[in-house]
T-cell receptor, first 112, second 113 residues
Framework: GAGVSQTPSNKVTEKGKYVELRCDPISGHTALYWYRQSLGQGPEFLIYFQGTGAADDSGLPNDRFFAVRPEGSVSTLKIQRTERGDSAVYLC??????????FGEGSRLTVL | GENVEQHPSTLSVQEGDSAVIKCTYSDSASNYFPWYKQELGKRPQLIIDIRSNVGEKKDQRIAVTLNKTAKHFSLHITETQPEDSAVYFCAASKGTNAGKSTFGDGTTLTVKP
């Protein structure tokens, strides 16, 4: 596609529930990133994929967070047993050779 | 790990004036410094970037300067326009994975007509 696509754009869930957030990167971009942006702050790195493998997951806050990219294109961020502190905008970005990040519009997660 | 500090957090200027946003970083190995503009409710978009092998880069009304010794870099916007109003983020990363960036907390720029 023309840009990075993320679904859903908004997700409201209850504390303790499981959520999945999807990212479809720019065609041909092998690098894919997940960032989290809380209100009034800059994006915070979560995880990076190069192809199918998670090359760097050092930003995942705890083991409730997991992400996959099974075919090297679409990625899913999975959050188990959601907590109110998980509420944020989850941004996906893909990158080509220059390192420039092309962000999606984000998935706004609200945990009640 | 890398730490990026950004100042000021808010900036208000009159249309036509210049705006300057400053960032410092802690990791001397960082060598890629992008700036992103984020309008309300929209995605961050790259507006300009600089690599550590140059000290200044310009693109029309926007320029970025880098001082590697002092580990700080700045965004300069001249002849500001109301459509420049947005949140601006600086970031720093290393060349081995330029996309893994550490972001500042942003500067909300308001350009008054």
């Amino acid at each position: 596609g023309a840009g990075v696509s993320q679904t859903p754009s908004n997700k409201v869930t209850e504390k303790g529930k499981y959520v999945e957030l999807r990212c479809d990167p720019i065609s041909g971009h092998t690098a894919l990133y997940w960032y989290r942006q809380s209100l009034g702050q800059g994006p915070e790195f979560l995880i990076y994929f190069q192809g199918t493998g998670a090359a760097d997951d050092s930003g995942l806050p705890n083991d409730r967070f997991f992400a996959v990219r099974p075919e090297g294109s679409v990625s899913t961020l999975k959050i188990q047993r959601t907590e109110r502190g998980d509420s944020a905008v989850y941004l996906c970005a893909s990158s080509g050779n220059t390192g420039e990040l092309f962000f999606g519009e984000g998935s706004r997660l609200t945990v009640l | 790990g890398e730490n990026v500090e950004q100042h000021p957090s808010t900036l208000s200027v009159q249309e036509g004036d210049s705006a300057v946003i400053k960032c410092t970083y802690s990791d001397s190995a960082s060598n890629y410094f992008p700036w992103y503009k984020q309008e309300l409710g929209k995605r961050p978009q790259l507006i300009i970037d600089i690599r550590s092998n140059v000290g200044e880069k310009k693109d029309q009304r926007i320029a970025v300067t880098l001082n590697k010794t002092a580990k700080h870099f700045s965004l300069h916007i001249t002849e500001t326009q109301p459509e420049d109003s947005a949140v601006y983020f600086c970031a720093a990363s290393k060349g081995t994975n330029a996309g893994k960036s550490t972001f500042g907390d942003g500067t909300t720029l308001t350009v008054k007509p």
